[in-house]
């Protein structure tokens, strides 16, 4: 997606003001394989970038979700509590959390489609 920014642990993130929503992307979602469990932060909890801010289960494994940036969380989908395939069937329109940003100068850190593009090509 041409308006995401991305980590090089496979999160997304849109960028809206000084808030952003993250998510985990298509890449991530395939290796996982069918999600049946996702934990989430609370709200309020603040995170640095490449920490973890919660713990996604599937069929194959658990693996962390780590913060692109530094931030607040100031929503969660909870629709993620009772449906975590939604992160399988729609990656990039299932966001996990909201963040206020602590330094938006980190967003120069992240990666563009292209040179995200280029590491999954790696992974591969």
Do not use: R
């Not at 920014?5 to 999160?11: A, I, T």
């Not at 940036?69 to 395939?85: A, F, Q, R, W, Y």
């Not at 100068?105 to 992974?123: I, P, Q, R, T, V």
Request: charged content about 30%; hydrophobic content about 35%.
């Amino acid at each position: 997606m041409e308006n995401l920014l991305y980590s090089k642990e496979h999160e997304w993130i849109k960028v809206e003001g000084n808030t952003a929503l993250v998510g985990i992307t298509d890449h991530a979602q395939k290796s996982l394989g069918e999600i049946v469990y996702v934990e989430l932060p609370e709200i309020d909890d603040e995170f640095e970038a490449a920490e973890a801010f919660g713990v996604i289960e599937s069929v194959k494994a658990a693996s962390d979700s780590y913060m692109p940036v530094s931030g607040k969380i100031i929503e969660i989908n909870e629709d993620l509590e009772d449906n975590p395939t939604l992160l399988n069937e729609d990656p990039y329109g299932t966001w996990i959390i909201k963040i206020e940003l602590s330094d938006k100068g980190e967003l120069d850190s992240l990666l563009d489609l292209s040179a995200y593009n280029e590491l999954c090509e790696e992974d591969n």
